[in-house]
């Protein structure tokens, strides 16, 4: 990494973005940078939670709840009878407030290490997805973005990046799903999706 840091983004609705960021944390590790990964609305138990904190350089922190949350009208009522209690909806603009703590207390320490200086990079894992569901402001990601040390590169990940991180960002890469098994009915599988 060269001395400025730049603001990247991995959005869409394709397989590929978390995978993108281990990948690039993996390399930084490597080459002995210092590097924070901040997981937003991942509960324990993806299998890259067992190696993240055993990379060099790597401080590793997850913010999640046992279950995944999805607005009023936005998921078939067949989806929701598949994920009975593991999925909680709420009204547009009402997400439950826990997790709304949750996530702010953890973006105001995902937001300390940015701004410390002591990260040569910081990943910020689904964070687009918690600002879609109202569990964080984008205003306050997009002070963040403007203001970060310069050294540091920060990676935002998740689908639904609001059009104004888009602008905001350096580098911005949009997974674009073609085609998935997930549609012929295959779950994630340990080790490739979880």
């Known amino acids: 990494m060269s001395d400025k840091g730049y603001v990247q983004v991995y959005t869409g609705n394709g397989k590929g973005k978390t995978t993108a960021a281990l990948g690039i944390t993996m390399r930084a590790s490597g080459a002995g940078k210092k590097i924070a990964f901040v997981q937003f609305m991942k509960a324990l ?7 993240l904190p055993t990379l060099p350089g790597v401080t590793w922190k997850t913010l999640g709840k046992p279950f995944f949350i999805a607005k009023k009208g936005s998921i078939s009522e067949e989806d929701l009878a598949q994920y009975g209690d593991s999925c909680v909806v709420f009204e547009e603009d009402n997400p439950p407030a826990d997790y709304v703590k949750m996530i702010s207390d953890g973006f105001a320490e995902a937001k300390e290490m940015v701004m410390s200086g002591e990260f040569d990079m ?3 894992d689904e964070i687009n997805c918690a600002m ?3 569990l964080l402001d984008k205003n306050e990601v997009l002070e ?3 203001n970060k040390p310069a050294h540091t590169e920060l ?3 998740g689908r639904y990046a609001p059009d104004e991180i888009i602008e905001a ?3 911005v890469t949009e997974m674009r799903e073609i085609k ?3 549609n012929e009915g295959v779950q994630a599988r340990k080790g490739i999706e979880d």
């Open 144 to 146: 963040l973005m403007r």
């Open 169 to 171: 960002a350096d580098l």
């Open 132 to 134: 879609y569901f109202g």
């Open 45 to 51: 138990g993806y299998s890259e939670q067992k190696i």
């Open 180 to 182: 998935h098994y997930y």
């Open 122 to 124: 910081v990943v910020l």
């Open 155 to 157: 990676i935002l990940t």
